[in-house]
């Protein structure tokens, strides 16, 4: 046993360094409050502070330090979108994610895999190869394979699905493909930014925000009220909550999401496999436990339930590709909310209220985004324009008819 481990253990004050620092109380003004205490707020409080100098910042969380989609999603890392606009941003985030273990100086056990999206239909497959064409003329490594070169990297594969679906016709395979702890990163950015000097307070809860003459001026918390003329919301699943604060219209609705793990077994899958039309994600963990997913709950819904409805459809699935897990035992599953735009694009940057930004939109891929979106975020507070990553999906190209549409590049159909 490490010596560190048992001194821990046999210690009464548990002098272990503290991950981050225990908060004081809020001061009265801050330049900068960010809401939402997940990836995507801790990594805009980092990048602020670490990028930016601006470190006069607080991020308020009114649970525990990724308690919302940043603790629930599957943890996948991709850049194979079929926008230019989207493709390009994810592709920024893979890259920051590349070296994000050494930048934040914590183990995040980042590892690529390769990830397949496989198709069923021929139509599918001409989405695949148009996502493959869009990728590779930025750069992106993804191209279009067939069925037998699936049951090369995946041998393990039914291509007939038992014959309870279509067989795989081909797939989309993006090498770069990875995933990642997903706590890991939130408490790596969280301390990274406390030690710039960033204030993270837990269990802080906006109940309203201040606007005068078209401006954010504070903000209302549990806790007492606090000035600021820049409120970052980066919150997703409570994002129409935060938007009714300040009377912002957003077409968002909300919709859970659910997630299972099985238990441990023997690495075997050592790739990411997606199906759309099975509306079935999995890879298997450094744990060794297989963690899939399914499409979004048919119904709006602010809701954190999971069921067993979405537990059989999910392993009857898994079953399909996988016959032989037909004994493995699903050990828990859960839900997370997810806000859903019309393009299923994001909602990120400025708004027509002066000092208010978002970090919103982000349905079932925010994790992915999480190193660009705080860099971008950081980018649009401490210089009031939108980052040219982000341009693209700003609020205002709902009433520009300017979509960006990336429902084809889900994960799953929805
Ligand atoms: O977009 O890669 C994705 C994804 C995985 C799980 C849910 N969405």
Known sequence: MPYRLLKFGLSSEYSEPRMFPVQGDLRDAYDVVIIGGGGHGLAAAHYLATEFGITNVAVLEKGYLGRGGTGRNTAIVRSNYLTPQGASFYQASV???????????????YSERGHFTLAHSPASLRTQRWRAEVNKQLGIDSELITPEEVRKMVPEIDLQCGGHQPPIHGALYHPPGAIARHDAVAWGYARRAGEAGVEIHQQTAVTDIEVRDGAVCGVHTNKGFIKTEKVLSAVAGWTTEITQMVGLRTPLVIHPLQAMVTEPLKPWLDKIVVSASLHLYVSQSSRGELVAGASLDPYELISMRSSLDFAEGTAGHLIDLFPMLGDVKV???????????????PIMG???????YLDAGWGTWGFKATPISGLTMAHTLATG???ELIEPFNVSRFSDFQLVGEKGAASVGH
């Open 385 to 387: 324009r939108d980052h």
């Open 331 to 345: 050990l828990r599953q859960w839900a997370g909310l997810c806000d859903m735009t019309p393009d299923f694009s």
């Open 350 to 356: 400025t708004t027509p209220i002066r000092g208010f």
């Open 95 to 109: 890259e920051l994610f590349q070296d994000l273990s050494r930048q934040l100086d914590l183990n995040l056990f």
